[in-house]
């Protein structure tokens, strides 16, 4: 019988604590989700200063990239490549930077999303949860 690995509440605590230490240290105020394989949000975290808005967002680029099976910076870069129709598909509601999968030999674990800050700091804030986690 073939294993699957998953994203457990201890792991998404890790998750959760590293990438708060990552926006921390860089003074920014984000909120953070972490979803199983299916796009199911196990733990959010929104940090003081992050908007409401960002733990909606948050979550959605986390269920997108699980979802998906890839960050969600690769559907950003196909919708600003022309491919426009890409939006009009069900359930990726957040086809922007800042969802990043898990991965866990090779095969998707969960997900990670970060919404606060720009694009590129909210992939870095998801990175250095995951790596927690990842190594």
């Known amino acids: 019988m ?3 690995s998953v994203v457990t ?3 998404a605590n890790t ?14 105020n ?3 989700a972490v979803v199983d394989d299916g796009g199911h949000l196990i733990a959010l975290r929104r940090l003081d200063g992050c908007a409401p808005m960002g733990s909606y ?7 997108s990239a699980a979802l998906g099976g890839k960050e969600t910076q690769a559907f950003e870069d196909m919708i600003n490549g ?5 939006l009009s598909v069900p359930e990726l ?14 095969k998707l674990a969960g997900a990670v999303g970060v919404s606060g800050v720009k694009p590129d700091q909210d992939a870095q804030t998801a990175k250095a ?3 927690a986690v990842t190594g």
């Open 2 to 4: 073939q294993q699957k």
């Open 9 to 11: 509440l201890d792991d």
């Open 15 to 28: 998750i959760l604590d590293a990438a708060q230490k990552e926006a921390e240290a860089q003074g920014w």
């Open 30 to 32: 984000v909120s953070i």
């Open 57 to 63: 967002v948050a979550t959605e680029k986390a269920r």
């Open 82 to 86: 022309g491919r426009a129709a890409f």
């Open 93 to 106: 509601k957040a086809t922007m930077t800042g969802g990043v999968p898990v991965m866990v030999d090779g």
């Open 129 to 131: 949860g995951i790596a």
